[in-house]
């Protein structure tokens, strides 16, 4: 706000402001494909880190909720595994 001294906000938001405006300048639609191909080419090989990044901008990070239901459905299979002989 107005005449906080303390919260002058991001010292480095202009810079980024500048960088981000002259990456989304030079990246014509063409030269994304070309990168989203690389990235699942990396992907298909076994990249864990493009795998990642892939899925992540795809489907989306699982939330809070999802790996609790995962854990909690991973508890009854563990638990269902030692009460068979």
């Known amino acids: 706000m107005k005449g906080n001294k303390l919260g002058r906000g ?21 030269l994304a494909g070309e990168i989203v191909d ?14 990642r990044e892939l899925f992540d901008r795809t489907i989306g990070k699982p939330g809070h ?4 239901e995962r854990i909690e459905k991973l508890e009854q299979q563990l638990a269902a595994a030692e009460e068979q002989p």
């Open 10 to 30: 991001n010292p480095l938001a202009g810079r980024a402001a500048k960088i981000r405006a002259v990456l989304l300048q030079r990246l014509t639609p063409k």
């Open 38 to 51: 690389q990235l699942i080419a990396n992907a298909k090989t076994g990249d864990l880190a493009a795998i």
């Open 65 to 68: 909720t999802e790996l609790a």
